[in-house]
């Protein structure tokens, strides 16, 4: 299976999500500069943490005027799998790649900690590794993580299941004590109505290895491992399967 993952100006989490997929699960992975403008054959792209363009303007409103994000748009408007974590979230909220836009956290400080999350929707092609209602600790470092949206676009989120993580208590509740940053309906990540771009604050990759004490986030990466190699069956491709798991 083929990644890309965006480097923008400013992005700080793109060595790690590449280590990740590479070392850690024997995928082939590109680190593609926000100048260039194409993405090449790829299955998945993502855009990473960090602080694009010294988040001027807001979170993400630059970034998603960079060249390669045309590219992006392409490829997710045909079907292709994008995956924005924390500042990558952020500029596909700007991109209108997802509806919705970040305020600063509830507080107004830097929030960095690890915070339960629940996840709501296990049929996702970034989630298929998980079970709905799975709760894990996850590490969240953002300053504005604080989601907002207008009350049709919310309703239409609910009931499409495009909510597909939310901060909860360990016990799987979702209450206003356990909402880190003040998201509205304490949302954590959620996905386009078309099911293959997922936009998340918590950092998958910063929990993906044993040497860490926690492996939950690999299975974010292993879900999208999964239905790569579905679609590509489908088309008569097969990728290798990634090392050390099924």
């Not at 790690?16 to 993405?39: K, P, S």
């Not at 924005?84 to 970040?102: D, K, R, S, T, V």
């Not at 604080?146 to 016990?171: E, G, K, M, W």
């Amino acid at each position: 299976m083929k990644w890309g993952v965006i480097v923008f100006p400013g992005s700080n989490c793109d060595r790690d999500c590449a280590h990740v997929l590479a070392d850690a699960l024997g995928q082939d992975v590109r680190l593609i500069w926000h100048g260039e403008t194409f993405l090449g054959n790829l299955d998945a792209v993502i855009l990473p943490g960090g602080f694009s363009y010294g988040d001027y303007l807001r979170t993400g409103a630059i970034a998603q005027l960079s060249p390669i994000m045309h590219a992006v748009k392409d490829f997710a408007r045909t079907g292709g799998l994008v995956l924005g974590i924390c500042n990558g979230f952020q500029i596909l909220l700007e991109a209108g790649l997802l509806p919705g836009a970040m305020l600063p956290n509830m507080g107004l400080a830097f929030i960095c900690e690890d915070v339960w999350v629940k996840v709501e929707n296990a049929e996702t092609p970034f989630t298929r590794r998980y079970e709905s209602g799975h709760v894990m600790r996850l590490p969240i470092a953002h300053a504005e993580g604080n989601y907002h949206t207008d009350p049709v676009t919310l309703a239409a989120l609910q009931a499409n299941a495009q909510i597909v993580f939310r901060y909860c208590r360990a016990d799987g509740t979702a209450t206003e004590e356990a909402n880190p940053n003040g998201s509205l309906d304490n949302i954590a990540g959620i996905r386009n109505a078309g099911g293959n771009v997922l936009g998340l604050m918590p950092h998958p990759e910063r929990c993906a290895e044993s040497v860490l004490g926690n492996e939950e986030g690999q299975l974010l990466f292993r879900s999208v491992i999964d239905a790569a190699m579905a679609r590509s069956s489908q088309c008569g491709c097969r990728p290798e399967p990634c090392e050390g798991g099924k």
